[in-house]
C-alpha cells in the first residue's frame, strides 16, 4: 500500500468493516489484498511512538495486535497492558457492535481503553486513547481468536485546529520581530537635534517638579514658623496676666495692713476729732487691763486684727494705753 499512490485516499472504515471484514479475514486466515494494518505488539512502545510504526493514518492509526495474557495465578489468565512507561486501563465495560441491517446480529466487542503515565494503581492520565475491538466466541472458533484489532489516536484537538494554531504563532513571531526591527532602525536614524530636545524636555520637566516640591517646603516651613510666634506670643501674654495677678495681690495684702494700721492707731486715741472741730466724750476703759485684756476678743477688733499687734497688746504695752 505505501507503494501506491492514490490522492484524496483516506482510511476511515466503520466499525462494522473493521470487525466483519479485517479483523475477520485475518482470524480465519484470509489474505488481504492490500497491506494497509500492519501487525505490532503495541505494548512494548509508548502510545506517542505508534503513529510512526503505522503504515496509514494521520489523526487514527490501526494494528493488528496478539494479545498477551498474564501468567500465574494473580493474572487469572488477563491481558498484559504494562508498557515500558504507563500501562492502559479500561474504561467501562465492553459494548457490543451489531449489524446495521441485522441488529440481532452481534460482530463483535469493543473496549476502551486510556494511557497512563506511570504505575498502576498509580499514574498520570494522558489524552492517548485506544479502542480494542475483538470477535466473540460464537462468530470465531480458530486459535487465532487472541487477535485483535486495535485504532489509536487522541482525545485532543484536531490536526487542523494544530496548524492553524502553530501558523498564528509563528504570525505573531513575526509580528514581534518587526517591530523590534523597526524600533530599533528608528532609534538609530534619530537626529542628535531630537535627542537634545527631548533631553531639554526631560531636565525641563524635573526643575518644574523640583521647584514645586521647594516651594511646597517653604510654605510648610513658613506656617510652621507662624505657629510658633502664635505660641511665643501666647506664653508671653499668659505671664503677663500671672504677673499682674500678683501685682495686685501684693497691693490688696498692702492696703489691708495699711487699714489694720490706722484702725488700730485710731483705737489707741482717748478721743475722735470730727469735721466742726467738736470732740467726742472720751472712751471709758476698765481701771485696770493688764491682765485682764476681754476687750480685745471683741468681734470688730479681731477682724482688723494684725499679727505685729500680737506683740503690742502685752500687759506692759497695754499698760501704757491707759
Not at 492707731?265 to 467738736?278: F, G, I, Q, Y
Request: proline residues 5%; contains cysteine.
Amino acid at each position: 500500500m505505501a507503494d501506491l499512490d492514490l490522492p484524496g485516499f483516506r482510511f476511515h472504515p466503520t466499525e462494522e468493516e473493521l470487525l466483519n471484514f479485517y479483523l475477520k479475514k485475518v482470524v480465519f486466515g484470509h489474505k488481504l489484498h492490500f497491506d494497509i494494518i500492519g501487525f505490532l505488539n503495541i505494548y512494548r512502545h509508548d502510545p506517542w511512538e505508534l503513529p510512526g510504526l503505522a503504515k496509514i493514518g494521520e489523526r487514527e492509526w490501526y494494528f493488528y495486535v496478539p494479545r498477551d495474557r498474564k501468567q500465574g495465578p494473580s493474572g487469572a489468565g488477563r491481558p498484559n497492558r504494562t508498557t515500558l512507561n504507563g500501562f492502559w486501563k479500561a474504561t467501562g465495560s465492553d459494548r457490543t457492535i451489531r449489524c446495521l441491517t441485522d441488529p440481532k446480529k452481534i460482530l463483535g466487542l469493543r473496549k476502551t481503553l486510556v494511557f497512563y503515565n506511570g504505575r498502576a494503581p498509580r499514574g498520570s492520565k494522558t489524552d492517548w486513547v485506544m479502542n480494542e475491538y475483538r470477535l466473540t466466541p460464537q462468530n470465531c472458533s480458530s486459535s487465532k481468536e487472541d487477535i485483535v484489532l486495535c485504532k489509536i489516536y487522541r482525545k485532543a484537538t484536531s490536526l487542523k485546529v494544530l496548524e492553524q494554531r502553530a501558523a498564528m504563532e509563528e504570525e505573531e513571531m513575526e509580528q514581534r520581530a518587526a517591530m523590534e526591527e523597526e524600533e530599533m532602525f528608528k532609534s538609530s536614524t534619530s537626529s542628535p537635534q531630537d535627542s537634545y530636545m527631548s533631553a531639554s524636555l526631560m531636565e525641563s520637566e524635573i526643575n518644574i517638579f523640583c521647584k514645586g516640591v521647594s516651594n511646597e517646603e517653604d510654605q510648610d516651613q513658613q506656617h510652621d514658623h507662624e505657629q510658633e510666634q502664635e505660641q511665643e506670643q501666647e506664653q508671653e501674654q499668659e505671664q503677663e496676666l500671672i504677673k499682674e495677678e500678683h501685682v495686685e495681690g501684693v497691693q490688696e495684702v498692702i492696703l489691708v495692713n495699711k487699714e489694720a494700721e490706722t484702725c488700730a492707731a485710731s483705737m489707741s486715741k482717748p478721743s475722735l476729732t470730727l469735721v466742726n472741730d467738736k470732740f467726742l466724750p472720751q472712751l471709758q476703759l476698765p481701771g485696770k487691763i493688764s491682765n485682764n485684756l476681754d476687750w480685745m476678743q471683741d468681734p470688730f477688733f479681731t477682724q482688723i486684727r494684725s499679727p505685729w499687734l500680737d506683740n503690742w497688746m502685752t500687759p506692759t504695752y497695754a499698760n501704757l494705753l491707759l
